[in-house]
């Protein structure tokens, strides 16, 4: 999903305080022993993504040499995909570079109404499928729709930006993403999350086109495994620097089905970089079997902290400071 009511976001960034330039702390009293870098080695050798080309294409569709095909009829234009890399671990003291290309995959659900999929609701399906596209591309909410047949819809043309993730907030090995609209695709799967319950479920054909658009994506732009991940593992909310503004697929996302290891056991960036907490009401809604990232994010974050010689609550302090800097 990409929009929630929960709260409005118009004042997310209303508690922001302007502090004169001179009063800011300087880099080296906020990194006593040098900014935290937590990447390992082995994180950053080159992945063996296995090959995809296109087949053939025309105005109606394309065909990928693993099965994919694309249905083109909704693709639409929004602005150009442009957006800033910041090094991970020291975000805010210079550094970043301009990408052009995309870095990730960002999974999302609908949190559609849904007909009960048998045979004989099947003109129901297509009708609430068809308007739910027509939505999508009226609101450049996605680049990519599966719907409840497995068709893969491109609506937001990957050259652009497309309204999905709102504020949110990522890292691999080398690089912080911030706001991932512009640097992530976004992949919608038409099913519902039901608020008060982890699950969401998508169909057999749903599960394959994922994987075969997972596929041909990290071929064309060399995306690692580990920027393949599902909008509640990136969503924050700045307005009271929790994680989880965003839940869809908070659990139940089919990674190994998917072709990909399971990123909910990746320390949740938004926590041990940029000090967002969260609380017990997120852990209910989401199942907290599934919310292994942000339990390994607390703890990098309490390490991280030791290692600075600070309390944790001073540390995330800092974290968050350096958060509001770089937005
Ligand atoms: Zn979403």
């Known amino acids: 999903m990409w929009r929630r009511t929960r709260g409005p976001l118009a004042v997310a960034l209303g508690f922001l305080v302007l502090v004169p330039a001179g009063t800011m ?3 080296g009293r906020i990194w006593r022993r040098g900014p935290v870098v937590t990447a390992q080695a082995s994180e950053i050798e080159p992945e063996n ?9 025309n105005t109606e569709y394309e065909t990928y040499s693993n099965g994919l095909r694309i249905e083109k009829r909704f693709e639409i234009g929004n602005e150009p995909r442009r957006y800033h890399v910041y090094p991970r671990g020291a975000e805010d003291l210079g550094g970043r570079q301009e990408r052009r290309a995309p870095a990730g995959i960002v999974f999302h659900t609908t949190e559609s109404q849904l007909a009960d999929f048998r045979e004989d609701q099947t003109g129901r399906i297509r009708l609430l499928g068809g308007a739910l596209l027509e939505f999508v591309r009226r609101e450049r909410a996605y680049h990519y729709l599966i719907d409840r047949f497995g068709r893969v819809w ?3 043309k990957e050259s652009d930006s497309a309204n999905h993730a709102g504020h949110s907030v990522w890292a691999d090995a080398r690089w ?3 706001n991932l609209n512009r640097s992530f695709i976004g992949v919608s799967v ?3 999350t039901q608020a008060g319950s982890d699950r969401a479920e998508a169909t057999a054909a749903q599960i394959h086109a994922l994987r075969v658009l997972t596929g041909m994506l990290r071929a064309r732009y060399g995306i690692t495994a580990r920027n393949c991940v599902t909008h509640a593992q990136v969503s924050v909310n700045p307005a009271n620097m929790r994680a989880g503004y965003h839940y869809d697929w908070a659990a139940n996302f089919p990674y190994p089905a998917v072709g990909l290891p399971d990123n909910y056991a990746i320390a949740a960036p938004g926590m041990s970089l940029f000090g967002f907490n969260y609380d017990q009401a997120l852990v209910n809604v989401t199942g907290q079997p599934f919310w292994k990232g942000l339990l390994l994010g607390e703890e990098q974050l309490r390490q991280d902290a030791t290692a600075q010689g600070m ?3 001073a540390y995330r302090q800092t974290l968050a400071e350096r958060y509001r800097r770089i937005l």
Request: hydrophobic share 40%; net charge negative.
């Open 25 to 27: 702390p300087s880099a």
């Open 49 to 57: 993504i296995e090959q995809v080309w296109q087949v053939e294409q």
């Open 154 to 156: 491109r609506v937001v």
């Open 176 to 178: 912080s993403y911030v």
């Open 190 to 192: 038409e099913t519902a």
């Open 311 to 313: 309390s944790v609550s």
